[in-house]
């Protein structure tokens, strides 16, 4: 089983990799300590920071990560290695912006929403139950993979 995370404001990219990997993280950039521990205690998840501050706060010492490095890249290799992630396994299967597990779709209710080649060359869509935003494979897919070997230094 998979650990569920809440990423601090300052580890946006972080949070988003993670999600293309399909790791539960939860992110909200405007969000202060005191509500990132009392999301992170109501819902299980494991704090990623980079706050020295909020590392040494007592109620959260057991139940964090610090993320040192500074680059986004350096930043997910450590977490995949410190939680054993393996990054093909749920491969964009989470919307990257919202975190919602995404939905297969029936084509037909792509269109209209997707641009016309997109549409016309396209068979399988997916949906965010959650932001309604939809997703299709495409050249990015094949990018984002190629980001991942190189940042995980798998080459």
Same mark, same amino acid.
């Given at each position: 089983m998979q650990r569920a995370f809440i990423a601090?404001?300052?580890?946006g990219r972080l949070a988003r990799w993670l999600r293309v990997m399909g790791c539960d993280v939860e992110y909200f950039p405007e969000i202060g300590d005191a509500e990132?521990?009392?999301r992170s205690e109501r819902s299980g998840r494991l704090i990623l920071t980079r706050d020295t501050l909020l590392v040494? /706060?007592?109620q959260? /010492?057991?139940n964090c990560l610090f993320?040192?490095?500074d680059h986004f890249r350096d930043q997910v290799r450590q977490v995949v290695r410190a939680f054993a992630i393996n990054p093909?396994?749920?491969?964009?299967?989470r919307c990257l912006n919202c975190n919602g597990l995404l939905q297969d779709v029936a084509r037909e209710s792509a269109a209209g929403r997707v641009p016309p080649y997109v549409f016309a060359t396209r068979e399988h869509f997916q949906i965010c139950p959650a932001?309604?935003?939809?997703?299709?494979g495409g050249t990015h897919r094949?990018?984002?993979?190629e980001e991942l070997k190189d940042m995980l230094m798998e080459r």
């Open positions: 601090d404001s300052m580890l990132l521990i009392e040494r /706060r007592r959260v /010492r057991t993320v040192t490095g093909r396994e749920g491969f964009l299967t932001c309604n935003r939809l997703y299709w094949e990018r984002m993979k």
